[in-house]
């Protein structure tokens, strides 16, 4: 017995990364899973990672996906990857926006173009796709959303500032995913009469995937002071599949929140998230 059987799953940036090993392992635990990116063929993208990449190796494994190439930018493509899950498999029981598009530019220098792709990817998306799998969860009395958010979420607190240090152009970013933290909690109230979990999980390390590597955030995809992905995976999957009323609201990070209900990740837990008592903004320190 899986803890998704039969369960209508949806995950975003599916194709390589954090996305990628959400899939998998949410197919592996009984999930239906659509998994949405851009890349659908190994090779149309710089970085390595396809759908066509991870819905094979679930497959091989004995698991059920299909592969939705979407640009969630678009309000429209937001709309097609639902309707594609439902035709396909039928209401959506768990959604996890995980799907990220990410340019580290100081603001003085933001092309206005990428700021409103970045935050139509990281925010609005993120809005759509809950608003509508809501009709299908509330409808049901049951369904669990997945926000994926970034230690970026913490700002810097106030100045004066080292007007020597290293900054690395990450405030749209981290706004993006702040605001994220705060829509979860938010909906979460929303829906908790409707039997709705919305929950959100950063990092507690960050993950050597392709995307950190290329924006140099690790020095490889073997950094020792990395977390593997699986461990991002298997707290979505416990925010996805715990009652409701252990979970829902919760903003988090991953290996805190598997440490909390003492889910066995066979490896040692090396941190925790941001330092608590780092002065700085954010909801993940709720």
């Keep these: 017995m899986g803890k998704l059987d039969g369960k209508v799953v949806v995950v975003t940036g599916a194709s390589r990364g954090i996305g990628e090993e959400i899939a998998k392992l949410f197919a592996a635990e009984g999930g239906k899973v659509i998994c949405a990116a851009r890349t659908l063929q190994e090779g149309a993208h710089p970085l390595p990672g396809s759908l066509e990449h991870t ?7 004995g698991g059920e996906a299909t592969a939705a190439a ?12 639902i309707e594609t899950a439902r035709s396909t498999y039928g209401p959506v029981d768990v959604l996890v ?6 340019y580290f530019i100081a603001i003085k220098d933001y092309p206005l173009n990428r700021w409103m792709r970045s935050w139509a990817v990281n925010f609005h998306a993120p809005f759509i796709l809950s608003h509508m799998v809501l009709e299908d969860m509330i409808v049901r009395g049951s369904g669990s959303i997945v926000n994926i958010s970034s230690g970026a979420a913490i700002g810097p607190g106030r100045g004066p500032y080292d007007p020597n240090a290293r900054v690395g152009g990450g405030t749209c970013y981290g706004a993006e995913k702040a605001a994220l933290e705060r829509f979860t909690q938010g ?3 929303e829906v908790y009469p409707n039997g709705v979990s919305v929950t959100c999980v950063s990092p507690s390390q960050a993950v050597p995937t392709p995307g950190t590597v290329f924006h140099k955030l690790v020095t490889g995809m073997d950094d020792p002071r990395g977390e593997p992905p699986i461990l991002m995976a298997k707290a979505a999957l416990l925010l ?4 409701l009323d252990k979970v829902t609201g919760r903003v ?6 598997l440490k909390e209900f003492g889910w066995d990740t066979g490896q040692e837990y090396k941190g925790t998230g941001v330092d608590g008592e780092r002065k700085g903004s954010g909801y993940s320190q709720v």
Aim: charged share 20%; hydrophobic share 35%.
């Design 55 to 61: 819905v094979n190796e679930i497959r091989e494994q």
């Design 70 to 81: 979407v640009d969630l930018s678009l309000p429209e493509d937001c709309q097609k990857l």
């Design 97 to 102: 926006n995980n799907a990220a598009l990410t």
């Design 187 to 189: 909906l979460a109230q």
């Design 240 to 243: 996805a599949t715990e009652p």
């Design 252 to 257: 988090t990070y991953s290996q805190q929140i």
